[in-house]
């Protein structure tokens, strides 16, 4: 049982010290269907020449940044799945974490899972719009986290996109409601690189601009905290009539 | 500006050492509108004899039991109040914590809370059904609020019940994603005391028999863990197409 509407696979390919080496992959999963079978599955493959153990470093990080900060629904299904299988075919020199050639087979790494990730969100069920949300200027990185989930998984705030609302006070809350150390007046947020928010109140911007933002599929939100160095975006969407007429049953 | 559609407004009388008293309260709020102004109020009065270290006291217990287990859409207002008022002229003996006067007082004055509290979950934005999540036999009292907050913000829960289905696999999942300890072979769910799940498996208790429960406009839905002795309750909601349609702004 699937409801997924697209095909999920991407593959690269990029030399390691002379040596052609591919990464590829296919996923599944359109929300949390059935919690009694696999929702989100993943396979990986490769044929880097690679040591188990540097594998396995290489894919919690590279997960760690793609399936870990994407959220339809905020319910997590149990059955999650991410398999990769190296069979060493590319003949490269071994790889070793820290060395350049690791780093180049991350970056390829991290590539295939971020954009496997993305199609799932865009192909969630009931979904019709994807957004990154990003914060910047947190205290710590568990600050960034904590303030970035809250605005992606905020009821409110999504219905509000679903609607074609760039609605900002929505943001404000989910933002104060996360608990992270924040200055109301520090906060900035854009959509899409405008300004909707400076030092928080109102911007000029015109709010017109802003819905043609949020009138489109895909946009960015950016809040800026201003307090700190840290970091965290997450991939999420709207929350549609849709979306809760697919998952009403029966 | 207010989407409340009902009055919300409670009284009650009772004796202390031969004299009569009251408390009084009345409260709107019906979700986060807009975090500009203040969404949930609530003022309560009474005439009890009581100092202010002693009421705070009481009142802190009775919010806890009250406001703070309610749940609409997860969204909390930055600017939810309640406030408590004595005018000391019923003119009883002084409360003092630890009597068994001022466990009468508590519990009068816990009845008038959640007796708020539950109205405005009825009477919340796009609210069809409204359900009590009672979690039994958890470690300990953090696993308990946990469990029980998991089931009762879950999207996918929520969806179900609007669509009148009494889902229980979605209800397995949350548990499973809230962190809790739990095995999954100890866990019952019931359905206004309808068993739904046995120790992790469906029951014998036929699908339209629950069905009936959940086509109620109330109903508790009771998971018990059999792993320990704590227990935790939330007030919560279905989530409905008319939610979505109320938020998605302007």
Known sequence: MTSDTVRKEIAVEFELGGRRVRIGGIAKGAGMIDPNMATMLCFLTTDAVIEKAQLQQALSLSVEHSFNRITVDGDMSTNDTVLLLANGAAGNVALQAGTEDFTRFQRALDHVTLSLAKMIVEDGEGVTKFVEVQVLGAAN??????????????CLVKCAWFGGDPNWGRIMDALGYSGVRMREELVDIFYDGLCAVKGG??????????????AAKRFQVTVNLNLGPAEYTVFTTDLSTQYVELNMGE
Not at 202 to 214: G, I
């Open 141 to 154: 990185f568990s600050d960034a986290r904590r303030a970035a989930e809250a605005v992606a998984k905020s």
């Open 201 to 214: 109140v109102a911007s000029q911007t015109p709010f017109q601009r802003l819905k043609e933002v949020v």
